[in-house]
């Protein structure tokens, strides 16, 4: 108390007297002003009216306009990026509709002083930097997702298809550049320039779209995806050193002349080979755990990715071959990859990527092609890439080898576009190569070459019936009472498997547990997608492992998680599907949803729960919108586990309050026959013990394990009974009741699993 009172004093005594101290020095400072000719605004309204000129200025400040386009542009691209996913396209094309809706073709056109204002023609430079530094650590990221060695054993049938995937586009985008020359070609750009180009936005392919889709569908395990992943990555690196070669054509303006700029490349591509990337591995073997991987470290590799990016631009490549071979050339050790792309992958991805695709939009001018001439000419060029590419990779790999049904699947993920195109026309847009008409045609193009992969791949699958099913066969297998645990957190999964055990522990044969961990797609990357995997069900398999309990596994990268559960579940005709639930006051919010952060945004609800008490019990409820969805659309009994330190079944209590409630007594049995539990029933509604049926059950139950069961009728359910207790099982309709009523007796509960029946 006296050294509270010691601490009181000296904080009043020091803020005190050095407040005191500034108003003399301001005081006598004043006496300094004689002679200066000071002006001091002698009414209110003047100072007023000074403060909010202030206000407008700090508006109109350089900094203040590019954060204020920062916001808006990553809200736009995950709002739009949000409603591709719904609709099972990439985000990807999302964020590129954000950039056209947010740029002249839409906002600009409609609402043109809002437009001007965010977007002044003097700031877009501004925009342009940060852009470039985002597509320059994406191209990082690229290079590091590739997986070289996958060509060494697969590489001659990958290198035909890949090579003829671009070969053949790249032919006919020249011959389609040989006929719209004369009528949308810049003044004083050569035919040779206009044509490759042309030629290379045929022809290339959007690995990281093409990898998340391949991912997405379950195709990444398989022979299919495996072929494809190599076709993507040869396609990327032929792709691009086509490109740098296309650049220095471009820039040198003849092809001999480009051969010095060729030149040094390979000079430049030696070096970054021969001794960078053997000293960027002996520094990678010695640090490849976060532990040991120190600031110092991290800027030797910064270091040489940024040194790379700028030889390359000064050669005359662009800086974003440099980025890509920075990425490239990065030690192999998959521990230290995966590192580097945590660091960078999120400040590139959400932060300064979507700055890129905005920026297209602000030079994609659709109301350009204002004449049904244009839009002709524009589907001429949507019908050359999709055969170029699309046709084109499916006769190579049908040629190698390949039936028909995989042959079509190749083509259509090859004629995939995404992001890649968009940087490759802003590279020809940038050099004067295409006109704005023809930048926007090749926009359209990339949108739909990219939209129509989804599509596609289902038609394919539909015309050819034969195809692999969505769930492994194992796992649809004709058991008595299968179980499937689906769980996001390994350590809520090792909870529902303990569970799932208990009610299938000396069921032998005639019981299956299936768990099964679905994340989203946006949040993996080629590179560490098996040891993600690996890290997820490691949890899980030890605590099998412990309970001696045999268990299948499912994992599957997802744009919707809740409708795949959904989808699983009914498919694999479960008897019973365990997720769990707990909301954070960070979830739950749709805008959450939106940013896809539902783990870091919060939600104002649960903040009111946790301010007015309520959060001790009401923390599991209402449930969260994806609980909901899973509850209304699955044919499955369906269990929700709220864990609260769950271990085992020894002691379970189950109310029941109505007759729907008597499907419960089948669990009770379960546990019973399995795990040995002492069930304790609470008769809520006083009419139990009537009940014939109810009665005849428990006498079953008792034949065959008796003293397991207990009866109970007290209204009041002591706190001190409750602890004893590890499990509640309760219908989902009981429990809706007790929180409308908000039972006090709900705060002391146990571990509790709601069950909704079928």
């Not at 920062?70 to 999302?94: D, E, H, M, N, Y």
């Not at 049904?405 to 890649?420: C, Q, V, Y």
């Not at 289902?458 to 009472?481: A, H, M, R």
Request: net charge neutral; glycine share 8%; hydrophobic share 50%.
């Amino acid at each position: 108390m006296i050294n509270k009172f010691k601490n009181s004093f000296f904080y009043i005594g020091v803020i005190g007297g050095f407040t005191l101290l500034m108003y003399w020095i301001v005081q006598v400072g004043a006496k300094l002003e004689e002679g200066r000719n000071i002006i001091i605004p002698n009414t209110g309204n003047s100072q007023w009216k000074e403060f909010l000129d202030s206000l407008i200025h700090n508006f109109d400040h350089p900094l203040a306009i590019l954060l204020a386009q920062i916001v808006t542009i990553i809200l736009a691209a995950r709002f739009f990026g949000w409603v591709c996913s719904k609709i099972g396209q990439p985000t990807v094309i999302g964020e590129i509709i954000a950039g056209i809706v947010l740029g002249p073709s839409l906002i600009g056109m409609y609402f043109p002083e809002f437009f001007n204002t965010l977007f002044p023609v003097d700031s877009l430079g501004n925009l342009q930097f940060l852009s470039q530094i985002g597509l320059i650590l994406f191209m990082f990221v690229i290079g590091m997702e590739l997986d070289i060695s996958v060509l060494k054993n697969k590489a001659h049938d990958a290198v035909v298809i890949s090579h003829a995937s671009i070969i053949i586009p790249f032919t006919l985008g020249m011959g389609l550049a040989y006929y719209i020359y004369t009528s949308f070609s810049p003044e004083g750009v050569q035919f040779l320039s206009f044509g490759l180009f042309l030629g290379i936005a045929m022809s290339i392919t959007a690995f990281p779209v093409l990898a998340r889709i391949v991912q997405e569908r379950g195709l990444h395990k398989t022979r299919l995806g495996t072929v494809v992943i190599t076709c993507a990555a040869a396609d990327d690196i032929t792709a691009w050193c086509l490109l740098a070669a296309v650049i220095a054509i471009v820039k040198a303006g003849s092809f001999v002349s480009a051969l010095y700029t060729i030149g040094l490349a390979l000079i430049y591509v030696i070096l970054m080979i021969r001794v960078v990337r053997p000293f960027l591995k002996r520094v990678g073997d010695l640090h490849h755990t976060k532990e040991n991987l120190g600031k110092p470290i991290v800027a030797i590799f910064f270091l040489t990715l940024i040194l790379s990016a700028y030889a390359t631009e000064v050669i005359g490549i662009h800086a974003l071959f440099g980025a890509f071979m920075a990425g490239a050339i990065m030690p192999i050790n998959t521990s230290f990859r995966n590192i580097f792309i945590e660091k960078v992958e999120d400040v590139a991805l959400v932060l300064l990527l979507p700055l890129f695709f905005v920026y297209t939009g602000l030079r994609t001018e659709i109301g350009l092609l204002n004449d049904p001439y244009l839009w002709k000419v524009t589907g001429l060029i949507i019908l050359v890439a999709i055969i170029g590419k699309f046709i084109g990779s499916a006769v190579a790999a049908k040629y190698v080898g390949q039936n028909w049904k995989d042959s079509l699947t190749i083509g259509a993920l090859m004629n995939t576009r995404g992001l890649m195109e968009l940087v490759v026309l802003n590279i020809g847009y940038d050099l004067g190569v295409l006109t704005p008409e023809i930048f926007a045609m090749m926009v359209i193009m990339a949108l739909v070459t990219t939209f129509m992969t989804g599509p596609a791949l289902d038609l394919i699958q539909w015309l050819f019936k034969k195809n692999t099913p969505e769930i492994p066969k194992e796992v649809i297998q004709n058991s008595k009472f299968k179980i499937l645990i689906s769980f996001g957190h390994p350590e809520r999964g090792r909870s529902l498997l303990r569970l799932a055990h208990s009610l299938v522990k000396k069921v032998n044969g005639n019981a299956s547990i299936t768990a099964m961990h679905l994340t989203p797609v946006d949040e993996l990357n080629q590179y560490n997608l098996n040891q993600y995997e690996e890290e997820s069900f490691s949890p899980i398999k030890n605590e099998s492992q412990k309970l001696n309990q045999r268990i299948l596994t499912l994992f599957k990268p997802t744009h919707d998680i809740d409708s795949d559960i959904v989808d699983i579940t009914n498919k694999g005709d479960f008897d019973l599907l365990l997720i769990g639930e707990g909301q954070s006051i960070f979830e739950g919010s749709m805008l959450g949803k939106v940013l896809g952060f539902t783990t870091k945004f919060i939600n104002p609800e649960k903040i009111y729960n946790q301010v007015t008490g309520k959060e001790s019990f009401f923390e599991n409820s209402p449930f969260d919108e994806r609980t909901r969805n899973i509850l209304k659309r699955s044919d499955s009994s369906v269990g929700i586990l709220i864990d609260k330190g769950f271990e085992s079944t020894d002691t379970v209590f189950i109310p029941v309050f109505s007759e729907s409630d008597y499907f419960l007594v089948a669990y009770a049995q379960k546990l019973i026959n399995n795990a040995g539990s002492q069930i304790t029933f609470l008769d809520a509604s006083g009419n139990l013990y009537q009940d014939i049926r109810f009665k005849e059950s428990i006498r079953a139950i008792e034949q065959v394990a008796p003293n397991h069961i207990q009866l109970i009728k007290e209204k009041v359910i002591e706190k001190d009974f409750l602890q004893t207790q590890d499990l509640m099982i309760i219908s989902l309709e009981s429990w809706k009741g007790l929180l409308e009523t908000k039972s006090l007796w709900l705060e002391n509960i146990p571990s509790t699993l709601i069950i909704k029946e079928k």
